[in-house]
């Protein structure tokens, strides 16, 4: 997220591009290409978030217009107050004094990135989609990580399956 511009997102069509990542090594900063192929990828954004992003570029010019020659313009979304990039372990210390300030119980910045996955396959969306998201190379790793998630949905697939067998034989039965 630390490398995403405002040129990989697209309010209109709501959805963003996943083409960099940011690594902090000991020469400083790096943007490199996602690790895989798969990484790679176009994510459709819910509106709550295009609402937020909008919201948040305003205040992000504004910033820009506060600062003036000090902002330095990467173009980034989620830039440092003075528009350079996060390095990512000072965005992770950034997160957890907002957590604290929000009274938050403890979350790591990443564990947001599991939030997604387990909230999409609880709501039934199913595991290949969540993957794509992720942008994992395969099913399998999804279905790996996130497995503690799953028998919860195979009880609500089992009712359903229930509900369809029932009204198959109810339909049946009508017709005979």
Same mark, same amino acid.
């Given at each position: ?9 697209? #309010? ?31 994510? %459709? #954004? ?18 820009? +217009?506060? +600062? ?19 390095? %990512? ?15 938050? %119980?403890?979350?790591?910045?990443? !564990? ?58 109810? !339909? ?5």
């Amino acid at each position: 997220i630390v490398a995403l511009t405002w040129a990989d997102v697209d #309010l209109d069509s709501s959805s963003l591009m996943v083409t960099k990542s940011l690594e902090q090594t000991r020469a400083g900063l790096t943007v490199k290409a996602p690790k895989t192929a798969k990484g790679r990828r176009t994510i %459709p #954004l819910p509106a709550i978030t295009v609402e937020a992003l909008r919201r948040h570029r305003a205040q992000q010019k504004a910033e820009r +217009l506060r +600062l003036g020659s000090l902002y330095q313009d990467a173009g980034l979304v989620g830039a440092a107050p003075d528009g350079a990039y996060w390095p %990512p372990d000072s965005l992770s210390s950034a997160f957890q004094r907002f957590r604290r300030e929000a009274n938050l %119980p403890p979350i790591r910045f990443h !564990d947001l990135r599991h939030t997604h996955a387990t909230q999409l396959l609880r709501q039934s969306v199913h595991p290949k989609i969540v993957a794509e998201r992720l942008g994992h190379s395969t099913i399998t790793s999804t279905l790996d990580t996130y497995s503690h998630v799953l028998p919860g949905l195979q009880e609500e697939a089992t009712r359903q399956l229930d509900r369809a067998l029932r009204q198959a034989l109810r !339909d049946t039965q009508a017709g005979a």
